[in-house]
Each structure stands twice: as structure tokens, then as C-alpha cells.
């Protein structure tokens, strides 16, 4: 079938095109300015050497409906080849199993072509070269929303699932790209374009010689709420000017790795959960390196399971998830609405005659009231005069908290106008104090049932706990039993966490009262040795805790990397590395570590602001992070940041863009751009600048704040002997 001419119009419902063959559009031919529609139509068995089963070519426009494209082959566009300026529209379409020789094996969509795609399978199509699911070239633009692009193979080329390139733009929005093969990018291959994915999933999917996303030359991904996983040839790489920009995304469990530590210098990562080697963690707010549990990935199930980390981890100013809660980081959210209240009281130790907190831990779904009823021991533990210490509602809008002890049984209600979800996380916590003549024991707290016990008027599964009771020492702190507090004590906390000792006072040594003793302990104890008057927690003191030091920084120095903790004191950090022979470890501060093989475990206690914990000498990579924690809560270590400057990001651009830079000491930098003559345009930078990751946007005005013409700028970064230079392209 051929239509041509702007006067053209045909529309077909239930029909099927098949076993034809043509040298432009196996089954069906529209060019110049026609218009074809088709409704619950199957176009199959076609061959062409351009356009398969369907072409559709200068301005001509196509509607496709309920159809399935299937088994069809070209060279180019084995399914549907649309060109020159052509619009094409399915929805609710299967194009699958088709074949090209070189490219486009479901879809080609080339010069300036649109074609927008919603609730439509592409799967089971092979391309030899370019595109086995859909290629997008040479100034097209394709959308792609709730679609799959599963199972489509590139045998001796690029882009198994998606090809994008020469400046064309791919939109997928609720997309899964899976089980797609290719050599490079087995997923998606972009080169000189731009491609934006939201709440994407792009798992299993097979790369032979590397990624299964890839960015080629000039190339920008931005990745929204998207899930990479389980891929094979490595998850996200790309050319060195190339820029990837993630926003609650998943990169993790691909192999044989995530992403090269070079890419990941160059991703503007927010709230991200990305899987480096060693803990390391990619620059930006928000971002972690741990496990993101999913519920069966090896099922090919990337939801969170309940308590991922990922749940309600995302950006707080993203849209809600669908159950009203904070976006979660991933393609798929976490349904709180399918979560079982739950309410757990802890297993705790505390010492006669001081104070014992008792946190309380619930899981619930928009929750605005609580009920708590448990028993408790009252010839031993009695209410604190600051009894509820803390609740989940303090920060709500009209919170009303009220508590009674009767005999045995406490009574504890919560209610606010602003619900809250948790997922055993912290409800309330109770101070209660243990009685001085209480002998060492341990008593139950024991929940009372439903309706003692409610989450707005709803049961709960209740957990019991118990609370052991033991004898107070001589003096807390004091580790040695010389009847001082001395830094000696901390230096011996330190060297028991390192295994350096075997036995201490416990109860001396854990003066944060947590039944823990860790370097955070070490901490305190320096506190009271520079300030006898400081309280600690397990008498009734507060805790000293950190005001900004949540992670850990790598910094290279002359002989190796210095690791620095940024805030203020105290800091207690507990870090396991993994190191080579020859390397050695030295600190200024408080400092204690153990070798057993490669795994060397080092504790630091420290007063000082923006502190170097210690040094690893002899190495010239960044040392290997197996574990880290800070004032007893786990942390990631940041990247090293290295002197680079990133492609701009949009480029070209129009009106504003981004550029990035990082540095690794802190310094005089100048960032600066000129026009193609070598003339000042504008001064972004001048001046110090700390170590790090920085971005800044440049408007496409000149120093006095006229907008400047359309054209190729340069910028340059300058920090101290390093200098690095890129262009971008300017067109209003």
C-alpha cells in the first residue's frame, strides 16, 4: 500500500498487511505530507529494503492503534522506519520479532522524525549493527512512556535495547528495559544526544565488551527515580565529555561493576543509592553506597523490600510517592500501605541509680495517634521527671503527649494533627530511673494487648523487651581504675575496640550508656578530661554529638591519602580497611589500630573541628573502606576528588547551563569564558574555592549582563598548575 500528498487520508480498522515486499515500506508506504491511521491491525511477514513492514517519510504522519507489527525485515527499520520530519503514534502496540541488517530493528526514527510511543511492547527484534529495539538518529526525537523494550538484540553493534544519536533526543518515562543484548550498551548507547529516563527500570541486560548504558561523545543521561541492576558488562559508562545527572537512582548489583570510579567523578549524583567498591561515595546530597535489598532481583524483582534503605530516602522536594509518602530512590516505591503496624519495646542494660532510656520503635502508615501500655518492674525502674524525652510527632503540627503509671503499668498517649509514617524507626522514648538500691536483674517490659495498646484505634505485632539492671562503677570513664579520668582512659577504650586488649570495665568504658563501647565512648571521655564538668549520657548527661560530620573524606596528600572527618567535634570513628603489605598507618589524635593480614581496624577519638583522623602512608590509590562508622552510626566515605572539569550540561543550550568542576585541595581557582577570539566573555570563579565537586550555571550573559550571541564559547578552569579547557555550544 502507498499513499503520498498532503490530501491523503486513510484509515483502517481490523485489517492485516502481510508476505508483501517493496523497496521503501514492505507493507505499507506514507510519504509527503499523508496521513494513515490503523486500528487493531497486524502488519507481518513484510520485507523492505527501508521500512519493513511500515515507512512513513516527509511530514507524512502515522496513528497506529492496538496493532502488532511483527516479522518483518528491512535493512533499516525492520518493523517501522520513519524519517525526514514524519510523526508516528502507537499506542497499545507489539512490535516484535522483526529484523533489520544494520539498524532499527523495531523502530528507526531518523531526520528530525517524532514519534511518540505509550503502553507499547518492543521486544524480540534483532539488528545486526545499530538499534535492535529502536534507533533514534540524526536530530529525531522519540517518547517512550510505559513501554517495554525487552529481549531485542545488537550482535555486532550498539544500543540491544535503544540507540540514540548525531543530536536527537529519547524521552522514556515508566519504561522497562530488560534482557536486551548488544556489544556496547546493551540496554541504551547514545552518542552526540541527550536521553532522559523517569522512574526507568534497566535490568538484565547483557553488554559483551562494556556497559550496558553508555554515553558516547557529547552526551547527556538523566536518570529520575530509574533502577540499573543486574546487568552484565557493567552498569553506566561513558566518554570522558560525556555527563550523567542521577536523581534518586539505583545503581547497584550490576557486573562486573556499577560504574568505573572515572564515571562516577562525573555524574551530578543527589540522593542516589550507587554501588562503588569499598564504601566509597560518589560527591552530592542525599547519596549512599549500600545494599538497596530488593525482593528478588535474581527473579528479576527490583522492588524495596521493607526496610530498605531506599524507602522515603529520596529528594524531599520530589513528588510523594502514590501513598503520600516521601519519594522513595528507585523506579519502584515502596507501598506503605501494605505494612502490618508494629510496635517493639528494646533489649536494653542500664546501671542502679541512674537513668535508663527507653526507645520504643514503631512501623506505621499515616499515623496521627498512639496508644502504649507495657508492664515494667516498679520496685526497680520508676519515671524519669523528663519522662517522654522524645516522640515521632515532635515535629508536627499540634502534638499532645500525656503518661500515667499505675502500679505496674505505664500508660503513654501520642496524638498530632499531622500523621507520620515510620518503619521501625523511633515512636517515643521513655526516661525511667533505675531505683539506687536495685540489685543486678534483669525485668521484663511487657506489652499490654489490644485495646490497651493501639495504632489509631487498630492493633498492632507487639514485641517484648527487658531491661537488665547492673552495679555502678567506681567512676565512669575511668577505664584503668586509677580514680582519675584521664586521656589514658580513651586511649584504652580505643585499644579494647581495636582487639589491642581483650578485657575492660565495661560498665567504666561505656559511658554513652548504649551497651556499646566504641570510639564514640573514647570521645566522651576526652570531653571530661577537658571539661571535669561535663556530664555523661549514662548519668544523665547528653550526648556530644557531631553537628555536620555524617561522612568521611579522602584527601591525597605527598605520601598517601589523609582521611578527614568534616564538623565539628566530638568524633569517634571505627573504620576497617583493607591495605597492602607496606603500607603504613599514623594519626595525631587520640589512636589505636590492629593488623590481621590485609584488614587493618583503626579507632579515632577526636575534640578538633574539620579533623584528619589519621594517614595511610605508601600507597597511591585511595586505601580500600570496609567498614565506617561515626559516633556509632555507619557512614560512606567520599570520593577522592581529582582536578577535572566536566562537559557542560545542557549542551547545546538555550538559555542557561551548568558547569562542573572538581578540585582536590582547597584553593585559588578561576573558572572563565571566552569567545571563539579569545575575548573575556565572563568570570564565573575568582577566588578560593574549597576541595570538592563544584557547579555553577552560567546564564548566557557577559560580565556587565548583556545576553550574548549564539555561538561556540570557551571556558576554562585554572587551579594553581592544573588547567583544563572545553567549548559549548550557545543557540538561542
Known amino acids: 500500500m502507498y499513499l503520498e500528498g498532503m490530501h491523503t487520508s486513510v484509515e483502517l480498522k481490523h485489517c492485516t498487511v502481510s508476505e508483501n515486499s517493496a523497496t521503501y515500506g514492505g507493507g505499507i508506504s506514507s510519504t509527503d505530507n499523508a496521513s494513515l491511521t490503523l486500528s487493531i491491525c497486524t502488519i507481518s511477514g513484510n520485507s523492505a529494503d527501508i521500512g519493513g ?71 524480540g527484534n534483532t539488528a545486526d549493527y545499530v538499534g535492535s529495539g529502536v534507533l533514534n538518529s540524526q536530530h529525531a526525537s522519540i517518547s517512550l512512556t510505559n513501554c517495554v523494550i525487552a ?68 552526551s547527556t543521561m538523566t536518570f529520575v527515580n530509574c533502577t540499573v541492576g543486574g546487568n552484565e558488562g557493567s552498569g553506566i559508562e561513558g ?76 529528594s524531599p522536594n520530589s513528588p510523594l510517592d502514590l501513598d503520600g509518602t516521601r519519594a522513595d530512590i528507585g523506579a519502584f516505591p515502596f507501598d506503605h500501605s501494605s505494612l502490618v503496624p508494629q510496635l517493639s519495646l528494646p533489649e536494653i542494660d542500664a546501671p542502679a541509680g541512674l537513668i535508663a532510656r527507653i526507645p520504643i520503635l514503631g512501623t506505621m502508615v499515616g499515623a496521627s495517634s498512639a496508644r502504649l501500655a507495657f508492664l515494667v518492674d516498679a ?13 515521632a510527632f515532635d515535629e508536627s503540627d499540634g502534638v499532645l503527649s500525656d503518661w500515667a503509671v499505675n502500679g505496674d503499668t505505664v500508660t503513654v498517649t501520642l496524638a498530632a494533627t499531622t500523621p507520620v509514617t515510620l518503619v521501625d524507626d523511633l515512636l517515643v522514648e521513655l526516661g525511667f530511673f533505675v531505683l539506687g538500691d536495685a540489685p543486678p536483674t534483669t525485668i521484663s517490659l511487657t506489652w499490654l494487648p489490644y485495646p490497651d495498646t493501639d495504632i489509631d484505634e487498630t492493633g498492632a505485632v507487639m514485641t517484648d523487651g527487658t531491661l537488665t539492671v547492673y552495679e555502678v562503677p567506681g567512676l565512669y570513664g575511668d577505664v584503668t581504675g586509677d580514680g582519675t579520668i584521664s586521656a589514658l582512659d580513651a586511649s584504652t577504650v580505643l585499644r579494647y575496640v581495636v582487639g589491642k586488649i581483650n578485657e575492660i570495665n565495661i560498665a567504666a568504658a561505656d559511658v554513652t550508656g548504649n551497651g556499646v563501647v566504641s570510639a564514640y565512648d573514647a570521645s566522651h571521655i576526652l570531653s571530661k578530661v ?22 568521611l573524606a579522602w584527601s591525597a596528600g605527598p605520601d598517601g591519602w589523609a582521611l578527614r572527618a568534616y564538623g565539628s567535634g566530638p568524633i569517634g570513628a571505627d573504620i576497617t ?112 574555592v574549597a576541595a570538592g565537586m563544584h557547579e555553577i550555571v552560567w546564564d548566557a550573559r557577559d560580565d556587565v549582563g548583556r545576553a550574548v550571541a549564539s555561538g561556540v564559547y570557551v571556558y576554562s578552569l585554572n587551579a594553581g598548575a592544573d588547567v583544563a579547557v572545553r567549548r559549548m555550544v550557545l543557540v538561542r
Open 53 to 123: 513492514g511500515l515507512q512513513s517519510r516527509d511530514s507524512a504522519s502515522a496513528e497506529l492503534v492496538d496493532c502488532v507489527i511483527s516479522g518483518n525485515h528491512a535493512f533499516e527499520g525492520g518493523g517501522i522506519f520513519s524519517t525526514n520530519e514524519a510523526t508516528t503514534i502507537a499506542t497499545n502496540c507489539a512490535i516484535t520479532s522483526n529484523t533489520a541488517d544494520y539498524s532499527g530493528g523495531g523502530i528507526a526514527n531518523t531526520y528530525s522524525a517524532v514519534a511518540t510511543l505509550l503502553n507499547c511492547e518492543i521486544a
Open 151 to 218: 529481549d531485542n538484540i545488537a550482535e555486532f553493534g550498539n544500543g540491544g535495547g535503544i540507540a540514540n544519536s548525531e543530536n536527537s533526543t529519547a524521552t522514556l518515562a515508566d519504561c522497562v528495559v530488560s534482557g536486551n543484548i548488544a556489544r556496547i550498551g546493551g540496554g541504551l548507547h547514545s552518542s552526540a544526544s541527550s536521553v532522559e529516563l523517569t522512574r526507568c527500570a534497566i535490568v538484565g541486560n547483557t553488554a559483551s565488551v562494556t556497559a550496558t548504558i553508555y554515553a558516547g561523545l557529547a
Open 239 to 314: 566518554y570522558e565529555e560525556s555527563d550523567f545527572i542521577l536523581l534518586n537512582t539505583i545503581l547497584w548489583g550490576n557486573s562486573p561493576v556499577n560504574t568505573s570510579t572515572t564515571t562516577a567523578l562525573r555524574m551530578l549524583a543527589n540522593y542516589s543509592n550507587i554501588g562503588l567498591s569499598s564504601g566509597v561515595l560518589v560527591p552530592g546530597v542525599g547519596n549512599m553506597n549500600t545494599d538497596p535489598i530488593f525482593v528478588d532481583p535474581d527473579g528479576g524483582d527490583y522492588s524495596l523490600s521493607e526496610g530498605s534503605p531506599c524507602i522515603d530516602a529520596g
Open 379 to 391: 520496685s526497680v525502674v520508676v519515671p524519669d521527671e523528663r519522662f517522654i524525652r522524645a516522640t
Open 530 to 551: 577537658v571539661n571535669p564538668s561535663f556530664i555523661f549520657p549514662v548519668e544523665g548527661g547528653m550526648l556530644a554529638k557531631a553537628s555536620t560530620a555524617s561522612a
Open 577 to 688: 580497611l583493607r591495605l597492602p603489605d607496606g603500607a603504613s598507618v599514623s594519626s595525631n589524635e587520640a589512636f589505636a589500630y590492629s593488623r590481621e593480614g590485609e584488614f587493618v581496624t583503626i579507632s579515632v577519638a577526636t575534640l578538633e573541628n574539620d579533623a584528619e583522623l589519621f594517614r595511610v602512608n605508601g600507597m597511591t590509590a585511595p586505601p580500600s573502606v570496609v567498614s565506617a562508622s561515626i559516633n556509632e552510626q555507619n557512614v560512606s566515605v567520599a570520593t577522592p576528588v581529582s582536578f577535572a572539569l566536566a562537559q557542560n550540561a545542557p549542551n547545546p543550550f538555550n538559555p542557561q547551563t551548568t558547569l562542573r568542576f572538581g578540585i582536590p585541595e582547597a584553593g585559588a581557582v578561576c573558572l572563565a569564558i571566552y569567545d571563539v577570539n579569545g575575548r573575556l566573555v565572563r568570570t564565573l570563579v575568582d577566588g578560593a
